[in-house]
C-alpha cells in the first residue's frame, strides 16, 4: 500500500515552493544509462511519486511524452499548475497500479518517493510498464545537509541543524526504518536485471534563503507529523531554529 502522507493543499504547495529539484548531473547520468542501454528515441517517461511535478518537469525536456503519477489530488493539481509543456499529463493512480500498457514505457522513475510505496508490488509493476531494455531510475536526497553561510562558524550553523533534524527523528514514519537509504540498497540487491547501476551520494550545492532551508525541512513528513500532534511545539521549534 502507497502511504498517503503528502495531501493537504498547504503541503503540496510547500512540495512545489521549497522541494530541491534532482540536479542536471542526475537526470544527465539517468538519460545517458538509457541511451547506452536502450537507445533512442526516448519517447515515454512516468514519473511515479511525481508530488508536484518538479522531476516531471525536468524529463519533459528529453522525451516525446511523459506522464507523471501520484495518489494525491492536492499534488497533482500543484503540478497542473505549473505544467506549461504540451508533451506533460499528470493522472492520479497508486504505485501499484499504474495505469499504462505492458510493455509500454522508455523510463519509469521515482524521484524521492519510492520509500513510501509497497516497494516489491512497484518493482513487479515498474517491470511490467517497461519496454525491454527500458530503465528503472529510482532517485532520492538524504537529510545529510551541510549549510554554510559567510562570516558564520560552519560547525555552529550545522550543530543547530543537527539538533532540529534529532527533535524531528521520534516523528518519523516507521515506513521508513532507522535509514532510507539502507530500503534502496535492498530494492537494488533484489532488482534480477543484468544491468544496473548504484550512484553512491554527490554532493549537490544550492543557495537558497533561511526561509527555503527551514521551508524545506517543514515539508519533510516526519516535521508534518510533529505539526499534526502538536502545532505549538513544531511552531515553536521552527523559531527556535531560525533565531539560533
Not at 4 to 17: C, D, I, P
Not at 38 to 66: I, N
Not at 74 to 88: D, F, G, H, M, S
Not at 228 to 244: G, M
Request: net charge negative; glycine share 4%; hydrophobic share 35%.
Amino acid at each position: 500500500m502507497t502511504y498517503r502522507l503528502f495531501e493537504g493543499k498547504e503541503h503540496a504547495a510547500s512540495y512545489w515552493k521549497y522541494r530541491i529539484s534532482p540536479s542536471d548531473h542526475l537526470i544527465r547520468q539517468l538519460l545517458d544509462f538509457l541511451e547506452k542501454n536502450r537507445g533512442r528515441p526516448f519517447e515515454l517517461a512516468v514519473d511515479v511519486g511525481c508530488g508536484s511535478g518538479q522531476g516531471t518537469l525536468l524529463l519533459s525536456k528529453h522525451f516525446a511524452s511523459v506522464v507523471g503519477t501520484d495518489v494525491s489530488p492536492a499534488q497533482l493539481e500543484v503540478a497542473l499548475q505549473q505544467a506549461k509543456e504540451p508533451n506533460i499529463t499528470y493522472r492520479q493512480s497508486a504505485a501499484e497500479e499504474l495505469p499504462f500498457t505492458d510493455s509500454s514505457a522508455d523510463l519509469v522513475t521515482a524521484m524521492s518517493a519510492f520509500h513510501w510505496f509497497d516497494r516489491p508490488r512497484f518493482l513487479h509493476e515498474a517491470h511490467r510498464v517497461l519496454k525491454p531494455q527500458g530503465s528503472l531510475a529510482l532517485l532520492n536526497y538524504t537529510i545529510d545537509m551541510e549549510l554554510s553561510y559567510p562570516d558564520c562558524c560552519k560547525n555552529t550553523l550545522n550543530q543547530v541543524c543537527k539538533e532540529f533534524y534529532a527533535t524531528l527523528q521520534p516523528y518519523r514514519s516507521p515506513h521508513l526504518g532507522q535509514s532510507s537509504i539502507e530500503l534502496y540498497r535492498e530494492a537494488y540487491a533484489s532488482i534480477p536485471y543484468p544491468n544496473k547501476e548504484w550512484h553512491e551520494c554527490f554532493w549537490d550545492t544550492r543557495s537558497m534563503p533561511l526561509s527555503s532551508y527551514m521551508g524545506l525541512v517543514e515539508s519533510f513528513s516526519s516535521y508534518q507529523a510533529l505539526l499534526r500532534k502538536d502545532p505549538h511545539k513544531a511552531n515553536r521549534l521552527s523559531q527556535d531554529v531560525c533565531e539560533r
